[in-house]
């Protein structure tokens, strides 16, 4: 029996194994990582989805300034190989677009094939406006509007706006203390 679930700690190491078979060693060069890197993802929208207890897809949501306005990134979103084809990952962008429409965010941003993704009411054009930090193949940079006209006139950089860790802001004390 496949169910999601809210991503626990737990399930961190079960997580970057399965998006390390999913995106292979080169997974953190990607130019969305700019964007995560050093952040948390964005509170309550980090999900798995689990069959026997064992975590076979995660979807996390992060928290970004898309020229202007407060919008969330998704990604990455891995399935397990044994799992793909059956519509698990479909389910999974549902199930994160809807809690995070249910919790008041207005807008999401991706970097993904627009096929499969318009279905779920991706656009180029609401992303037209944008740029991300680093090299994007512009036809895969999408975004959708949970709430009308809420990246309206969005026009500039994408920047990351996620919470710090703790342990993060601790060595930048740190290092500021010791320069």
Known sequence: MTFIDTEKLFDIPAREALLD????????????????????????LSFVARADDR?????????VNAGGRPALML???AVDPLFRSLGLGGEMI?????????????????VGDAPYYQKFG?????A????LPGPVDPARFLALELEPGALAGARGLVLPTGAIPLVSMERQVSHRRAA
């Open 21 to 44: 078979r999913a995106f292979g060693p080169n997974r953190r060069a990607k130019t969305c990582e700019r964007l995560r890197e050093g952040r948390l993802a964005a509170d309550g």
């Open 75 to 77: 990604g990455p979103i």
């Open 122 to 126: 991706f656009d180029r054009s609401l």
């Open 128 to 131: 037209a406006g944008l740029d």
């Open 94 to 110: 549902r199930h994160g677009l809807s809690r995070a429409s249910m919790i008041g965010h207005q807008g999401v941003i991706l």
């Open 55 to 63: 975590v076979i897809a995660t979807l996390r949501f992060w928290h």
